[in-house]
């Protein structure tokens, strides 16, 4: 019989190096039993050479693809080397490792087939930007409403997914990974768990959400859910995927 493997933490990173040495360190402290793979998204930095250093696995992208695709290429790896559990965390350092194994136990435990870490559990902004702490709450509500499920933090990068959720997300046509395909998920039957964690701000580096996203991340979010809404109906939606 062969041994199951571990969780395996997927960390995608963009010109992260003020930071990416830290979150390694932290997931080998706070989960030491947790595989770390890196997904590098063609830095133009010194990211790449730390990771190298560290010793942690680690894919370089030849070109810079964005979130999703590193996100996805990070899972199909993950599924090629025989991983059934991943837990995302972005390689800015917002992310707690101290949360990875409570994550990852009540994914163990059954409590959801998705288990998103949420800052907005008792709706406070916790020094989030006033404008996307409301467009967050805003698509939350609506992803709640669609699936039947409580959603706080739809915007939420860090998941833990298992067995039956993980080949949906690495071969799925999800373009933002956030509301949309949390919604696309509780359509099509499975079940999401929120846990509460604190993350702490960017320090360095630049964040994906730059000043136009209060103009496009509604757009975008907005036809994201109506595009998943209806894949799950065609797909069958209110049947879980097998």
């Given at each position: 019989?062969?041994a199951?493997?571990p ?27 947790v595989d770390?793979?890196?997904?590098d998204?063609?830095s ?8 190298d250093r560290?010793g ?5 992208l ?5 979130y ?9 790896w993950?599924r090629e ?7 995302f ?6 992310h ?6 409570p994550m ?6 059954g ?5 998103v ?12 930007p006033?404008?996307r ?21 739809s ?30 998920l ?16 960017r ?18 979010t907005g ?10 109906w065609?797909e ?7």
């Amino acid at each position: 019989m062969t041994a199951k493997r571990p969780p395996l933490a997927i960390v995608p990173a963009h010109n992260e190096e003020a930071s990416i040495g830290r979150v390694i360190a932290g997931l080998r402290e706070s989960a030491p039993g947790v595989d770390i793979l890196v997904v590098d998204d063609h830095s133009a930095d010194g990211t790449a050479a730390i990771v190298d250093r560290l010793g942690a696995a680690q894919i370089r992208l030849a070109c810079n693809l964005g979130y999703r695709n590193a996100i996805q290429i990070g899972c199909a790896w993950a599924r090629e080397h025989g991983y059934e559990r991943v837990i995302f965390l972005d390689g800015d350092g917002q992310h707690p490792p101290s949360e990875v194994l409570p994550m990852l136990a009540r994914l163990e435990r059954g409590e959801g087939d998705i288990i998103v870490a949420t800052r907005y559990s008792e709706g406070d902004p916790a020094g989030a930007p006033l404008g996307r702490f409301l467009g967050n709450q805003f698509f939350s509500r609506i992803a709640s409403r669609l699936t039947g499920q409580r959603i706080t933090d739809s915007t939420s990068g860090m998941k833990a997914l298992g067995p039956a959720v993980l080949p949906i997300v690495a071969g799925g046509s999800f373009l933002d990974m956030h509301a949309e395909a949390l919604v696309y998920l509780g359509l099509r039957g499975f079940r999401i768990a929120e846990h509460p964690a604190a993350f702490a701000e960017r320090t360095a580096g630049a964040s994906m959400y730059g000043k136009l996203a209060l103009l496009r991340y509604p757009l975008l979010t907005g036809t994201l859910i109506l595009c998943s809404i209806v894949r799950a109906w065609l797909e069958g939606g209110g049947r879980r995927a097998r």
